[in-house]
């Protein structure tokens, strides 16, 4: 299994257990709404008649599958801030690329810079998250919805990635 982590903050994103698309600056991961039950856990065995009725209290929660499975932490930005944010990001990006793959500098300020337009320009549709650890200089994955307007997805910066083989 290949999980994929934020090469500024070291958090864990998510893994390839999703579907994932590359294309230009974008990692686009299909995520869906899952319901998950706290104290429950699954360990394979089926409980007995008698043991069937013990057990905790199961308080059921629906969750994004991506958010739960990587820790993400939803945060909040206006337009202005993200800017702000988003040009100490990319600048970060192009310095850890121009040692680690400099012929990648320059299309991935062209691939990024069409990205970032894209999401100023439905800035109002997308949702914001964060490594578990909230790094403010992390990436900030971007929640969005298909034209369906009910199959979400997020979209990754695939340079701020790196894919750690487990």
Same mark, same amino acid.
């Given at each position: 299994?290949?999980?994929?982590?934020?090469?500024?903050?070291?958090?864990?994103?998510?893994?390839?257990?999703?579907?994932?698309?590359?294309?230009?600056?974008?990692?686009?991961?299909?995520?869906?709404?899952?319901?998950?039950?706290?104290?429950?856990?699954?360990?394979?065995?089926?409980?007995?008649?008698?043991?069937?009725?013990?057990?905790?209290?199961?308080?059921?929660?629906?969750?994004?599958?991506?958010?739960?499975?990587?820790?993400?932490?939803?945060?909040?930005?206006?337009?202005?801030?993200?800017?702000?944010?988003?040009?100490?990001?990319? @600048?970060?990006?192009?310095?850890?690329?121009?040692?680690?793959?400099?012929?990648?500098?320059? #299309?991935?300020?062209?691939?990024?810079?069409?990205?970032? @337009?894209?999401?100023?320009?439905?800035?109002?549709?997308?949702?914001?998250?964060?490594?578990?650890?909230?790094? #403010?200089?992390?990436?900030?994955?971007?929640?969005?919805?298909?034209?369906?307007?009910?199959? #979400?997805?997020?979209?990754?910066? @695939?340079?701020?990635?790196?894919?750690?083989?487990?």
């Amino acid at each position: 299994m290949l999980v994929y982590t934020d090469i500024i903050s070291g958090d864990e994103l998510f893994s390839d257990a999703f579907d994932i698309k590359f294309s230009g600056a974008a990692a686009e991961v299909d995520c869906k709404m899952v319901v998950v039950k706290e104290g429950d856990v699954d360990i394979g065995a089926n409980p007995s008649a008698e043991e069937a009725e013990e057990g905790v209290d199961n308080t059921e929660n629906t969750v994004n599958n991506v958010v739960h499975a990587g820790r993400l932490q939803q945060t909040q930005f206006d337009k202005k801030t993200y800017m702000t944010y988003i040009k100490g990001y990319m @600048k970060a990006l192009a310095e850890k690329l121009a040692e680690t793959d400099p012929e990648r500098v320059e #299309p991935f300020k062209k691939e990024a810079s069409e990205l970032v @337009k894209k999401v100023l320009g439905d800035f109002k549709n997308y949702e914001f998250y964060t490594g578990e650890n909230m790094d #403010p200089d992390g990436m900030v994955a971007l929640l969005n919805y298909r034209e369906d307007g009910i199959t #979400p997805y997020f979209t990754f910066f @695939k340079d701020g990635l790196k894919a750690q083989k487990y």
